[in-house]
């Protein structure tokens, strides 16, 4: 943990009241101001709100926006589980689709994009990201961009969706996190941007659902969002860790596919992702199969960047 995001931590740990839905005003300044460099988007008004990481925000958001039978939820063919999960939470239905226009007639209320992708590590273009805003723009749909490996880009330069939308907001939500850019998973620390008045709805719901962040864990982000100087560090451990493990992978005969960015490596054998991680598995290495992320995923398997240094090298010599 960077020192300067736990000294905050500890400084505001005498917290006794309760703490604001909203996030202070010193941290909606920090996530606004980290907006404006990050996203670039064209003008500033968006809307800011906290939330406890990013995965309870992908989780429940279609509930939170009401979402329910009749109502369907585009997300992308390889994805994050948690997408659907949250369509099946709100009782709506699921679409896998990276075309949009191979969904059809459905009553489309919410499209999820993922840039960075996880678990391929996919960049989507620009241009992508606005054809997206369009299509949900004309069927009055929200767009929901999951973009918490943003900070994340090796081999590719990821954009906001909030850098396509010419300063107009309406009907996109970006959705951040501190988990990768700042190594702060254990604190549940991420944030939503967008389109003001959705974000004021998500607001006076999660007021009256007790989904609040933590005082101490919001001075945390602010102090996080504050400085770039870890963030740096640690993409270099990512960086590092990542080029050792492709150039193992690729001895062992696998295929890097995507994986432009991100914290994964989407590898492939062209067989089943289940015999790949038994493979894996019987070497000491363990692989996310890539069924668990849709099936067109079935013949890949997910490898994170997460573990240590040490671990690293141990896989490498594995393989």
Not at 79 to 91: K, R, S
Not at 188 to 214: N, S, T
Not at 293 to 319: I, K, M, Q, S
Request: hydrophobic share 45%.
């Amino acid at each position: 943990m960077p020192d300067v995001i736990r000294e905050a931590l500890a400084q505001a740990s005498d917290a006794p009241g309760y703490p604001l839905t909203a996030g202070t005003p010193r941290l909606r300044g920090a996530i606004r101001d980290w907006v404006t460099r990050w996203c670039g988007p064209a003008s500033d008004a968006f809307g800011v709100l906290p939330t406890i990481g990013s995965k309870e925000l992908v989780a429940w958001l279609p509930t939170l926006l009401g979402l329910g039978p009749g109502d369907t939820v585009v997300i992308p063919q390889v994805c994050y589980p948690t997408y659907e999960v949250g369509v099946q939470l709100a009782g709506a239905t699921v679409v896998r689709a990276d075309s949009l226009t191979s969904v059809g007639p459905a009553r489309v209320r919410l499209v999820w994009i993922n840039s960075p992708g996880n678990p391929t590590g996919r960049v989507l273009p620009p241009a992508h990201l606005r054809k997206v805003v369009d299509w949900a723009r004309e069927r009055g749909a929200i767009v929901a961009s999951d973009e918490c490996y943003l900070p994340l880009s090796w081999e590719s330069e990821p954009v906001s969706i909030l850098s396509v939308c010419d300063g107009v907001f309406d009907n996109v939500l970006a959705v951040h996190s501190l988990s990768k850019r700042s190594n702060l998973a254990g604190y549940r620390a991420g944030f939503v941007a967008g389109d003001p008045a959705l974000v004021d709805e998500l607001l006076q719901v999660r007021k009256h659902a007790g989904m609040i962040v933590p005082a101490p864990v919001q001075a945390a982000m602010i102090a996080a969002l504050g400085d770039e100087v870890h963030v740096e560090q640690q993409r270099r451990r990512y960086r590092e860790r990542r080029v050792a493990l492709r150039a193992a992978f690729e001895r062992a005969g696998f295929t890097v596919e995507h994986s432009e960015a991100g914290l994964y490596l989407w590898l492939t054998r062209d067989e089943d992702s289940w015999a790949t991680a038994d493979w894996l598995a019987e070497r000491g290495i363990l692989a996310a199969p890539g069924a668990f992320y849709g099936p067109a995923g079935e013949r890949h398997v997910r490898v994170a960047l997460t573990v240590t240094d040490e671990r690293v090298e141990a896989a490498a010599a594995r393989l």
